[in-house]
């Protein structure tokens, strides 16, 4: 798997530890890795994918992200970080694509 790890990283230009999260929330669903992602960067990533994923990370948010305040800790700041990086790609996806 760390190759495919690496491999990802590179074609996604995501952090690494971002990366590892996304891995374990696509697995925790029951699906593969590398193949949930396959076309991701692309305009051949649908759509539906890119919804799963965002709501992947808001329910790992709400579970795991929050301090007693309601403010993120720092795993909160990370997933907050990665829903941006979604996010951002979903919108250039969509100037290309209106």
């Known amino acids: 798997?760390?190759?495919?790890?690496?491999?990802?990283?590179?074609e996604m230009n995501i952090k690494h530890e971002?990366?590892?999260i996304l891995s374990g929330l696509i697995k925790s669903h029951g699906f593969d890795?590398?193949?949930f992602l396959e076309n991701?960067?692309?305009?051949?990533?649908?759509e539906w994918k890119i919804g799963l994923l965002c709501d992947w990370i808001n329910e790992e948010f709400m579970k795991n992200g929050l301090l007693d305040?309601?403010?993120?800790?720092?795993y909160?700041?990370?997933?907050?970080?990665?829903l941006d990086y979604i996010?951002?790609?979903r919108i250039s996806v969509c100037k290309n694509n209106p």
């Open 1 to 10: 798997m760390g190759d495919k790890l690496k491999r990802a990283e590179i």
């Open 87 to 89: 996010n951002r790609y």
């Open 69 to 74: 305040n309601f403010e993120p800790n720092k």
């Open 76 to 82: 909160g700041i990370v997933l907050e970080n990665i």
């Open 18 to 20: 971002h990366l590892l």
């Open 40 to 46: 991701f960067g692309t305009d051949k990533f649908p």
């Open 33 to 35: 890795f590398v193949d």
